[in-house]
């Protein structure tokens, strides 16, 4: 097939498909589309943490509490940090979709998800549950769904998608409790598989069912039908002015060390650097709730109903309390919003730590759980995109909120160490206690610092910001 038949192959395709979105149930059938890959990629990202202290037993054949169990639990949290360094060409993937269109790599995604827990569940051996952890760790943060409503949505529309659908998909979290008082069975450890098994379902069923359902967005298809009924000549013209484009703006360039020069000599950013480093160190709690859960458990404080309960109770409230955290981050202002959901934070994790160590209600435990989760994520975003976007002079804005993001991935690193490390030194049974000594004064600490060092930045003109 020659080069023009190809291109008059694509664009009666696009053609197609430009006319599919005039459709009048279309936008209505995509958001469901949408919602439901939003779904799939909230439980893959979830499903592993809820039956941690399973798979652990299952995959080391140990039992929990022991020493062996320790040992294992603290090896499999080492090796499943592989994942994360698919984070390294992430980038240049996800620009992919900028070349070859957002669709191709919706369905590749949600498919992608499907067969990285599908790995997990057929997996006897540790080294190909790894495996099955990478290709999970690797397609879930893609988020290609929340470019195809910011493509898709009429502009006045779009934020509330984006938060309905993220809201929608968090609570869908906690069908995930429900699998587990379904299928699983304390007494024979390999029942964690079961619980991976609707997911799966559920990320092929909408991967193939998108094949048919959805159309490439608007806003790629135009810009590509544009290129593909230029001419050679106007091809070559916009190649052209494109490469002087390139070629003056790489002379604007920011590289990332001049990116964190300028975060650590400004008064303002530096102060936001700590905070952020800080939050992120925070974090680790979230990757062990289940394991101090099971703390509980051994500790006679919880029992098998209780936990099931907090497994299906916490993600409704994290769901709600983020689209509410949202809302009050505009209305309020940064500062005051970081000190609320910092605040939720943090009291929510005492709360659920002593939830895991006294007799305690499981609603008050999952209320507890989801509310500090909902606050330590929500502040998380403002300070990495919002807060750095609106200190940061444009020209240098970009590189800035990148490299602000590679501190942070530097303080989840810490984290996911130091909890591997004191399920080793203390014990899995203590993880309540030493996790919350741990965690809980360093959002104390981060807190004060955004309330006395950080300036307000909700009015800044983003075209004209000052720096201290």
């Known amino acids: 097939m020659t080069k023009q038949e190809k291109e008059k192959r694509e664009i009666e395709r696009l053609e197609k498909a430009s006319a599919f979105h005039g459709h009048k149930h279309y936008f209505a059938i995509l958001i469901v589309v949408l919602s439901i890959v ?226 650590f000599t400004n008064r303002q950013t530096r102060a936001i650097a700590i905070v952020a480093l800080l939050m992120a160190f925070s974090t680790g709690y979230t990757g062990k709730y289940q394991a101090m859960l099971e703390a509980g458990k051994y500790n006679g404080v919880m029992n098998v109903d209780a936990i099931n309960i907090f497994l299906m109770f916490y993600p409704i409230i994290n769901g709600v309390f983020t689209v509410v955290g949202g809302f009050i981050t505009d209305s309020l202002g940064r500062k005051k919003s970081a000190l609320i959901l910092g605040l939720w934070a943090a009291a929510g994790l005492g709360v659920f730590a002593y939830g895991c160590l006294n007799p305690l209600n499981p609603y008050i435990t999952g209320l507890a759980y989801g509310i500090s989760i909902a606050g330590l994520w929500s502040i998380s975003d403002m300070i990495y995109f919002v807060i750095t976007s609106e200190s940061t002079p444009t020209e240098m804005r970009a590189s800035v909120v990148g490299s602000m993001q590679l501190i942070g991935m530097f303080g989840t690193g810490f984290n996911m160490i130091y909890n591997n490390v004191v399920t080793v030194l203390a014990g899995s049974t203590n993880l309540p206690f030493v996790l919350t000594i741990a965690y809980l004064p360093l959002m104390v600490i981060s807190l004060a610092i955004m309330m006395f060092f950080v300036r307000e930045t909700k009015d800044v003109d983003l075209d004209n910001v000052m720096v201290d």
């Open 38 to 263: 939003y779904i799939v990629d909230e439980l893959a990202s979830n499903v592993r943490g809820v039956v941690d202290v399973q798979t652990t037993r299952d995959l080391f054949n140990v039992v929990y509490p022991s020493t062996e169990y320790d040992n294992a639990s603290a090896t499999l949290g080492f090796v499943t940090m592989a994942g994360y360094l698919s984070f390294l060409i992430s980038p240049f993937y996800k620009s992919m979709a900028d070349k070859y269109g957002r669709r191709l790599f919706l369905i590749i995604n949600t498919l992608g998800m499907g067969v990285g827990m599908l790995v997990c569940i057929i997996s006897k051996s540790i080294v190909v549950y790894v495996i099955g952890a990478v290709i999970m760790t690797f397609f879930t943060p893609n988020d290609v769904q929340v470019i195809y409503i910011m493509e898709c949505a009429p502009k006045e529309h779009r934020a509330k998608l984006c938060s309905i659908t993220k809201g929608i998909a968090l609570i869908s979290v906690s069908s995930l409790g429900l699998f587990v008082k379904m299928f699983v069975n304390d007494a024979v450890p390999s029942t964690w598989r079961n619980v991976f098994i609707i997911p799966i379902i559920l990320a092929f069923a909408i991967g193939i069912a998108a094949i048919y359902l959805v159309r490439e967005t608007p806003v790629y298809t135009q810009k590509r039908l544009e290129y593909l009924r230029s001419s050679e000549e106007e091809r070559e013209a916009a190649a052209k002015a494109e490469a002087a484009a390139a070629e003056e703006s790489k002379k604007k360039d920011v590289t990332v060390l001049s990116a964190f020069k300028f975060i």
